[in-house]
């Protein structure tokens, strides 16, 4: 299937942090929290320049909209593991600065307009949220289905942030429902959400890193 880009882009300026050309078809959706809420030209800014080493395919911006920093078709440096960022399309989502990196509800909304129309374009009909990094990582999609994985299964971060992280299962069922599949999650029964019992950590020197990685 040929890579195409998202017509739901605002904005675009092509990243110079990036590889070129995927070595694996899209399988994966990576949403991240850019730890700031930003504008779509202030991440471009920031991923703009070389010395951040960082991007991502796409950000969705404190007012919903998308931007375009590297083209799907092309790896983004941005969830700290090459073998993930080769096959998942990479979201930056403008969030508060501290856990849980809350996101306003325009930004979510956007996020699942945007998780289905990257599915859609790459023929799938199912986003799957296995909610577990072993489970996730060893899962291997059937051709139609595509898969959330997240930036703290590869580094020390809290990275999408315990706000997104608790919502990727809605994510993940309303991407399906909109794409006129079932809801229903294929390896596990489908538990009801349970409080959060694990607060995850995040120390300073972290929360300082991310925010050197991706200011906004
Ligand atoms: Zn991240």
């Known amino acids: 299937m040929a890579y195409t880009n998202s017509g739901m882009v605002d904005y675009t ?3 110079p942090n990036r590889s070129g050309q995927r070595t694996h078809t899209i399988d994966r959706i990576s949403p991240h929290c850019v730890v700031g809420h930003c504008t779509a030209e202030g991440l ?3 991923f703009a320049r070389s010395s951040t080493q960082a991007s991502s395919n796409y950000g969705i911006d404190r007012n ?3 931007g375009l920093y590297v083209e799907e078709k092309n790896r983004s440096w941005c969830t700290s593991s090459n073998a993930n960022d080769q096959r998942a399309v990479t979201i930056e989502c403008a969030s508060d600065a501290k856990e849980p990196y809350t996101m306003k509800s325009s930004v979510y909304a956007t996020l699942v307009k945007l998780c289905t129309d990257i599915c859609r374009r ?3 009909s199912k986003l799957l949220w ?3 990094k072993d489970k996730a990582l060893a899962y291997n999609p059937a051709a139609d289905e595509m898969v959330l994985t997240v930036h703290r299964w590869f580094a020390d971060k809290s990275c999408p942030g315990e706000w997104l992280y608790s919502r990727l299962g809605d994510l993940a069922s309303r991407v399906t429902a909109a794409l006129g599949g079932t809801t229903e999650q294929p390896t596990q029964p489908v538990e009801p959400e349970q409080p959060k019992t694990q607060i ?3 120390s300073k020197t972290t929360v ?3 925010q050197r990685e991706k200011g906004c």
Do not use: E
């Open 64 to 66: 919903g909209r998308v």
């Open 13 to 15: 300026r092509l990243s």
């Open 130 to 132: 296995l909610g577990d």
């Open 208 to 210: 300082l890193g991310l």
């Open 122 to 124: 790459n023929g799938k």
């Open 44 to 46: 471009g800014d920031w």
């Open 200 to 202: 995850y950590r995040v």
